[in-house]
């Protein structure tokens, strides 16, 4: 039996309070190192706030995030960045009149631009965005921006990749190719922590699902576990 | 022919004809054209800020003003017994903005869209009151009188070699990774913090940047005109303009600047010339038509229909 990885994240007691909504109460799990973990809920449920404390975009007020040992209070969303850890939006967000190329080699750490647009073209060619390399980002489609995005995220190399909502309004072939390539990724130690409402590929892709509800975790296993807890019935279906 | 043969054998022809101007061209020519140059380098200049990052400064003229002022006081001997050479009293203008870009842009900075506008205007309104203020050094309203000095020629190439300089640094920064940083940030601010670029400092090293190159501008503007006051270098029809100039070629583009500095510089010249008492309202109105019709600038229109490659150079 090997043992389990160790915890590339985590996240202690993290409570985040917009006004008088708590997005996120006290909130504890980890992501193990070269899992894909999932995090599912019900919308307004606090995943994507997760996702902003996580990457920095918003700062917890109270609770600790460690990534890779690394506390991450304080820290700017560049700093965390560079630490390992990308991320993607619910809703895209590329530099629309940067072509697709530019939008790769922003995120890339190489300092010369030769390099950076060499790593940029190998990404696009990884995802078959090679031919729309010269195009602005605004033109593309939804579902070739979400996997422009997601090539974006691997620019620097992160050891960790969160992604948010990837398969929301992408068609199922482009639904194939991005988990095709979340394989492939995942076959070379990259660790990813999802969310989504495609439930269905949520439970095939994930090892371990954490649940949140009203901010709560809610539960926390393996896909057959979650499936089959009371609490997360009730929070999907009611009582 | 092919752009990448055509554009340098142009370029080269047209610096070597502004050259040898002073040889042949009548002094209004000289002054029409040193006019061009500081619009072409404060344009430029606030294009780097700007056009890039998406910072819309209101308050372009504070740099220039305190660049005047700067270049003004150490040209006479109101610091010291001798005055400054004129090339040292032109950087240290340069770097005085830039120090003052240091201090304005670090608590402005972090604010965006028109609060960061607003702001850059009371501050640059701010630094003009402080100039008139300080009467002992800066002669306040009255304004200040340099030592005369017949420099036409000199100022001319001095700000010749300005605008080249700010082209040629909008280039590098243009085809750099640094352009494109700063144009994640004009993007999407929060998302380019995301993925990695760190925007305080690049925004920061712009703005100094960009406020060196309108403070050695306000510098030479002092030397040549040998008389300043706060109303003229301070005016907020100087950023207007650079502001005009730069949407009318392109933001965030290298050769807009210039194309706007060119062409509005000699039509307002055409318009005071030949409506002295409508000049003005003639210029609003096609900055306003510029806006309706041009909205990308005149380069984003010329690579829309092919007639120019659609590449960060230009």
Known sequence: ?239 | MRWGVTAPVLLALGVLMLATLPLWGTGYVLSLLFLTFMYAAMASSWNLISGYTGYVSFGHAAFFGIGAYTSGILLTNKLAHVSAPWPVAVLVAGVVAALLALVLGYPALRLRGPYFAIAMLGLAEAVRVAVTLAEPLTGGGKGLSLPPALVDVPAYYAMGLLAMVAVALTHVVATSPVGLRLLSIREDEVAAEVVGVRTTLHKLVTFCVSASIAGIAGGLYAWKQSYIDPTTVFAAGLTVRAITMTMFGGQGTVWGPVIGAVVLTYTGEQLWARFPFLHTALFGGMIILILLFLPGGVIALLQERGWLPRSRRV
């Open chain 1, 1 to 239: 039996m090997t043992a389990p990885a160790r915890p590339i994240l985590e996240v202690h007691e993290v409570t985040k309070q917009f006004g008088g909504v708590i997005a996120v109460n006290g909130a504890s799990f980890d992501v193990r190192q070269g899992s894909v973990t999932g995090l599912i809920g019900p919308n307004g449920s606090g995943k994507t706030t997760l996702f902003q404390m996580i990457s920095g975009v918003d700062r917890p007020d109270r609770g600790t995030i460690t990534f890779r040992g690394h506390s991450l209070a304080g820290k700017q969303p560049h700093e965390i960045n560079r630490l390992g850890l990308g991320r993607t939006f619910q809703i895209t967000r590329l530099f629309g009149q940067m072509t697709a190329l530019e939008n790769v080699m922003v995120a890339s750490r190489t300092a010369a631009r030769g390099d950076a647009e060499q790593r940029a073209r190998e990404l696009l060619e990884f995802v078959g965005l090679t031919a729309l390399a010269g195009e602005y980002a605004t033109n593309l489609s939804y579902g070739q921006q979400k996997l422009l995005e997601f090539v974006r995220v691997l620019a620097p190399d992160p050891d960790l990749i969160l992604l948010d909502e990837p398969f929301a309004g992408v068609n199922p072939a482009m639904e194939e190719r991005l988990v095709a390539h979340m394989r492939d990724l995942l076959a070379q130690g990259k660790t990813f922590f999802i969310t989504d409402h495609e439930i269905r590929l949520i439970m095939a892709l994930c090892e371990r699902l954490i649940v949140l509800d009203h901010g709560e975790v809610i539960a926390d296993g393996t896909p057959d576990q979650v499936r089959q807890d009371e609490k997360v019935i009730e929070a999907y279906f009611g009582r």
